[in-house]
Antibody
Framework: QVQLVQSGAEMKKPGASVKVSCKAS????????INWVRQAPGQGLEWMGW????????GYSQKFQGRVKFTRDTSISTAYLELSSLTSDDTAVYYC????????????????WGQGTLVTVSS | DIVMTQSPDSLTLSLGERATINCKSS????????????LAWYQQKPGQPPKLLLY???TRGSGVPDRFSGSGSGTDFTLTISSLQAEDVAVYYC?????????FGQGTKLEIK
């Protein structure tokens, strides 16, 4: 079965960077896009962007452009999110999510989710 | 960017009642080439990641009970739970998957009376 297992909680100081991992199993990692979504405490869902694990192509929400980077290591079926210049507003649970299927019609439909990684930014 | 707006923000109903949640997009999410609405619904229970309920406005995800249904087209959509069960207590989000950024609504919290 499809599983996405994320790295553990992080505590960072303002101005620092964080890197969150998302290890995929139960399917061919390079076949399906991975998206990243975050959720601040008590708030709603915020879409951050997508990555094609095969090509490495990425698309970022304008809000995070220049501050976020999605990468992957296909040898270990793992996707990464790196967010820099952290502020307290970046305190959130960060989710990786795999799209439901292949093709433009299903792009952005998030069928499988990781358990989430809490990133806390505090001085 | 497409802005998604849900109503109401919260809803309290009795077991067995019908729940209706609305979602409005700032521009149409209907792809004319295939006549599909690129609108998804997710359910999030406390302490859990979201779960896909519906996509293409009305297609249920795997294992989703048939008491969950979706309707609407263009800019106005509805999620209906036909007979509320205790396990349906959650926050529900709509999301457009028409164009990047794939924005979410602000969420609707559903509680049992």
């Amino acid at each position: 079965q499809v599983q996405l297992v994320q790295s553990g909680a992080e505590m960072k100081k303002p101005g620092a960077s964080v890197k969150v991992s998302c290890k995929a199993s139960g399917y061919t990692f390079t076949t399906y896009d991975i998206n990243w979504v975050r959720q601040a405490p008590g708030q709603g869902l915020e879409w951050m962007g997508w990555m094609n694990p095969n090509s490495g192509n990425t698309g970022y929400s304008q809000k995070f452009q220049g501050r976020v980077k999605f990468t992957r290591d296909t040898s270990i079926s793992t996707a990464y999110l790196e967010l820099s210049s952290l502020t307290s507003d970046d305190t959130a649970v960060y989710y990786c999510a795999r799209v439901l299927g292949i093709g433009n019609m299903i792009r952005g439909v998030l069928g499988y989710w990781g358990q989430g990684t809490l990133v806390t930014v505090s001085s | 960017d497409i802005v998604m707006t849900q109503s109401p923000d919260s809803l309290t109903l009795s077991l067995g009642e019908r729940a209706t949640i609305n979602c409005k997009s700032s521009q149409s999410v209907l792809y004319s080439s295939n006549n599909q609405n690129y609108l998804a619904w997710y359910q999030q229970k406390p302490g859990q990641p979201p779960k896909l309920l519906l996509y293409w406005a009305s297609t249920r995800g795997s294992g989703v009970p048939d008491r969950f249904s979706g309707s609407g087209s263009g800019t106005d959509f509805t999620l209906t739970i036909s007979s509320l069960q205790a396990e349906d207590v959650a926050v529900y989000y709509c999301q457009q998957h028409y164009s990047s950024p794939y924005s979410f609504g602000q969420g609707t919290k559903l509680e049992i009376k």
